[in-house]
């Protein structure tokens, strides 16, 4: 009847999280090698990782083709990159080549050799010797007229490939150009491309 009844004693663990701290315990140098080496082996097999990086390199082609498609300079290869190099591209896009009809007549070209008609045959010669003498004359043209505009527009920059780059660029058909076309054919330059 006096008896005294005990209440159960509710041991209370001292909180050891400091407010702003991580909320668990430091790792050992040990542990935190270990997981180091374990991020820095990648997947076990090889077929996983090869997997990956030919995941990696077809993300970083496919943002570099996209970043050339909007005209972004950052992804532009070195010799795309200047103001030079870019009034060449835009000099060559807005004029109509020759060049840019070499692969349609070609292919008329030996259509008309395969015929088998000997008259055929003649004319499947002229149009590739025309051909021929139009894409010459062409390239020369474009060379005289790029070389005199770049003199005029940058006369202290370096024209030293740039003959090579703008020939280049026209001998390929517009819709293959890379990086794309800024401008139409038969558009006017901009004046200004120190920006």
Known sequence: MFKRSKEPV??????LTKPGGKGRPTPTRREAEAAAKARAKGPADRKSANRQTR?????????IRQ??????????LPRDQGPVRRFIRDYVDTRFSIVEMVIPLMIIGLILGYTGSSALVQ???????????FVITDMFWLRFKIRRELKRRFPDA?????????????MQ???MR???????????????YDR
């Open 10 to 15: 509710v041991e209370e663990k001292p909180n």
């Open 55 to 63: 995941e990696y390199r077809a993300e970083e082609s496919r943002k």
């Open 67 to 76: 970043g050339m498609k909007n005209g972004d300079e950052r992804y532009f």
């Open 123 to 133: 004319a499947s010669s002229i149009v590739l010797l025309a051909t021929v003498l």
């Open 158 to 170: 370096s024209l030293k490939g740039t003959t090579y780059y703008a020939l280049t660029r026209a």
């Open 173 to 175: 058909m517009k819709f």
């Open 178 to 192: 890379m990086p794309k076309a800024r401008v139409k054919i038969g558009q006017e330059l901009p004046g200004d």
